[in-house]
């Protein structure tokens, strides 16, 4: 109901939106949970898919359901021939993630007459087909970038061991997936599923609030997702830690530069709207990035460097006064870089690990009777009324 009151939020810090059933955070405590389940619980014994039904319906599925749910996603794999052409329109030099939200909102013009948000049928249809798809495209904007043909989808594979096939492979039948990778990134993917009402959710939403399709709505929510704050601090973590190394300058002197916040410069994967302890899916990569390095047998100082930068940070007061710890994007960078991928692909696996929760938010929106079109109010603070001059 309107109140009539109108009160000043910046950043939506106090104001919440909606009711939601998705994911639950306590950033005090460092807790989060997909549904009920703890997350550490989550990434130690689900899959992608699994968590995706999850988020999507509510409860773990059966083995039937699950064995269905995949198979579906397998079909729907393919891209049309000529949105491929699509791809073939953009400089090679293209940003993966401009490339996948584009790509992403073109889809929409395939399924035009099956993307109407209110039937159910559409909806179902259309999220499997989201779920297929976003890999593929992903995977044929990295190709692109680096002048390689497109593979066709191997849907004997896995949904990961596909992606990484689509990625790595060079010839259709050469590709083998190493399981280490395949499982790392496996839990990375599922590590960023859902976070509640993020910038990009709250897109997704404000966005679907509109009657807008679900193509539409993920396009805007990877939109959302590219900038640094947000998903795009993945990639300018491993940018900054490149700096940091190449210039020579030492770790204390560039925490002191982020301190004095000469030119705006951020230690970039530190802080979070929401974790004020710890975030738990920063614990848990760290984790990761350990054992991968370890496992692939890839020695990178940059992973050095993310440490004794954590460590300069976490014992500093500036730090501690403001409550800023690693959140999931200060290691994921070091990690997907030992994969084999190109840092402008980080971005783009983030929105592969977050299609899910955009589906599942677009579905409790569009599901729940309380939603209306999302229009915030502002102070305005411009002139008061004058009459145009007259000649
Ligand atoms: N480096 C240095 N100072 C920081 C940082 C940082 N990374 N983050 C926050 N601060 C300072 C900020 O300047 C402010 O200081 P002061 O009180 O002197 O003005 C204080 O801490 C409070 O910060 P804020 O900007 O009001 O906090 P916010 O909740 O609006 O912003 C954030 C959260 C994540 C955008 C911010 O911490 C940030 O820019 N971090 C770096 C980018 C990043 O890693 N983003 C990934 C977020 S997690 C993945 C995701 O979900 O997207």
């Known amino acids: 109901k309107q109140t009539g009151h109108t009160s000043l939020d910046y950043g939506f810090v106090n104001t919440a939106a909606t009711r939601s059933a998705v994911t639950y955070i306590d950033g005090d405590k460092g807790i989060l949970r997909y549904r009920g ?4 619980q989550i990434a130690q014994h689900s899959t992608y898919l699994e968590v995706a039904w999850l988020l999507l319906y509510g409860d773990l599925p059966s083995a039937s359901e699950l064995a269905d749910f995949d198979d579906r996603i397998r079909r729907h794999t393919l891209l049309h021939e000529d949105l491929k052409h699509f791809f073939s329109s953009l400089p090679h030099t293209a940003h993966p993630m401009s490339v996948l939200s584009a790509a992403t909102a073109a889809l929409s013009t395939y399924y035009e007459d099956q993307s109407d948000p209110n039937n ?5 249809l259309n999220t499997v087909r989201l779920l297929a798809k976003l890999p593929v495209i992903a995977a044929y904007a990295h190709k692109k970038s680096i002048g390689q043909a497109f593979l066709y989808p191997d849907n004997s594979l896995s949904f990961v061991d596909n992606f990484l096939k689509l990625n790595f492979g060079v010839l259709a039948e050469e590709y083998r997936v190493n399981p280490v990778v395949s499982r790392a990134l496996e839990r990375l993917l599922i590590l960023h599923e859902d976070h509640e009402q993020n910038a990009s959710t709250s897109t ?10 679900q193509f539409s709505s993920i396009s805007a929510g990877i939109n959302a997702l590219y900038g640094p704050l947000h998903g795009g601090a993945n990639e300018a973590v491993l940018d900054m830690l490149g700096r940091i ?11 002191e530069r982020v301190k004095n916040k000469e030119d705006g410069v951020k230690l970039m994967g530190f802080g979070h709207r929401v974790y004020k302890n710890y975030d738990p899916r920063a614990k848990l990569v760290k984790e990761s990035a350990d054992e991968v390095l370890t496992e692939l047998g890839v020695v990178d100082p940059l992973l050095d460097l993310a440490k004794e930068l954590e460590e300069i940070a976490l014992s500093d007061d500036y730090f501690k006064e403001r409550r800023l710890y690693p959140n999931v994007d200060f290691y994921t960078g070091v990690i997907y870089k030992a994969m084999g991928f190109p840092t402008r692909m980080f971005t783009p696996l983030f929105a592969i690990g977050r299609l899910p929760g955009w589906l599942a938010h677009w579905r409790e929106m569009q599901n729940d009777p309380q939603t209306k079109i999302g229009r915030p109010q502002q102070l305005y603070v411009g002139s008061a009324a004058r009459d145009y001059p007259q000649a």
């Open 120 to 124: 159910p049928e559409h909806v179902e």
């Open 204 to 213: 997704v939403r404000l966005v679907g609030s509109t009657g807008a399709n």
């Open 245 to 255: 190394r190449d210039s020579g300058e030492s770790v204390e002197r560039f925490v």
């Open 37 to 40: 389940y703890p997350i550490e």
